[in-house]
């Protein structure tokens, strides 16, 4: 798989190309821009482009090729690792696989059912988890309702040592597809937080919490329970000195944590991008050191075009 994988970004699925082709790189723009293509006539057209696009159309896009658009790919291997399905001259990819950094995350396609166990494209949040982890290199890390695997493919400089845990099995199912097909080490776990969390104490642990919206899915849904239960995991599952870093709704955030908390806000999407119904309202990343002194910081930063993310330096700033 991991050699599968390296032909794939050979072929065109890199960050690079997808930004040449697709004017960015990041999921939430792309799902917007091609949620509802014209399937056929989208690959149609792709019969009198370059090659290089095929990857790109085929797994972001979601487009089923003629057989001639995607000569250029290995498509005897992919059928055979069960990533397309190929039924006369047409080429139809079973997965989305999203290009980010030197990584593969794999998900369901665009056009997938609306379902619970959905395995959603990454969105904004996700990036702005990833790029509000700290730097440097941790013995190990732990990543709760890991969904896709999007931060640890994006950050595998991270940790030495880095496990997933989720409870939905077909996410498990994709972030392991996309660690492979990455030659990435990931342990991914089935389990949520009542459950699944291992008796371990680790150096980082990250959430990516779900978020408020109308659609039913685990990723953007969660019961009642799940904050109490992650608030109370955390203290247990950080080790002395360590750290976790969560993306959640700001509503979400108790009063009160035991330890060091750093808290910065933000609202809505980056520069440009239109806020869909119910994902309106406040958005933070938190970072919390329950082994520290006591001590709470709140700030904001408004999102720009030239930093449409949080990043660590967000916390640096904040303690200034």
């Known amino acids: 798989m991991r ?5 794939l970004r050979a072929a065109g699925l890199t960050p690079k190309l997808l930004r040449a082709w697709a004017g960015t790189d990041r999921a939430a723009s792309i799902h917007a821009r091609y949620a509802g293509e ?29 057989g001639g658009a995607a000569r250029a790919l290995p498509i005897a291997a992919l059928a055979a690792a069960g ?14 696989l999203l ?11 665009l056009d997938a059912p609306v379902a619970r166990e959905l395995a959603c494209w990454p969105d904004d949040s996700s990036h702005h988890l990833a790029s509000a982890l ?33 409870a939905n099995p077909r996410a498990c199912e994709r972030a392991r597809l996309g660690a492979a097909l990455s030659g990435r080490a990931l342990t991914v776990l089935d389990g949520d937080l009542a459950a699944g969390v291992p008796d371990e104490r680790y150096d980082l642990v990250t959430c990516n919490a779900p978020m408020p919206h109308p659609d039913a899915t685990l990723w953007r849904s969660a019961d009642a329970g799940f904050f109490p239960a ?12 360590g750290l976790a870093v969560l993306h959640l709704a700001r509503a979400a955030l108790p009063d009160e944590l035991p330890g060091e908390v750093v808290a910065v806000a933000y609202a809505g999407e980056p520069p440009g991008e239109q806020v869909p119904p119910g994902r309106a309202g406040g958005f933070a990343v938190v970072w919390w050191q329950p082994g520290a002194p006591a001590r709470y910081v709140s700030a904001r ?5 030239e930093r449409p993310h949080l990043q660590w330096r967000d916390r640096e700033d904040a303690l200034c």
Do not use: K, N
């Open 3 to 7: 050699e599968l994988g390296a032909r």
């Open 38 to 66: 014209p399937r056929a006539g989208y690959g149609a057209r792709l019969e009198r482009v370059a090659p290089a696009e095929a990857a790109l159309a085929l797994f972001v896009a979601g487009a089923d090729l003629p």
């Open 83 to 96: 990533l397309v399905d190929v039924a006369g001259e047409r080429v139809r990819a079973t997965v989305a």
């Open 99 to 109: 290009p980010v950094g030197e990584a593969l995350v794999a998900c369901d396609r």
């Open 134 to 166: 700290p730097p440097g290199r941790r013995p190990r890390w732990l990543d709760l309702g890991c969904g896709s695997a999007f931060a640890p493919l994006a950050r595998p400089e991270v940790a030495e040592d880095i496990v997933g845990l989720d």
């Open 230 to 241: 992650l608030f109370a995991a955390v203290p247990r599952l950080v080790a002395p000195g």
């Open 301 to 305: 930063r408004d999102l720009t075009v």
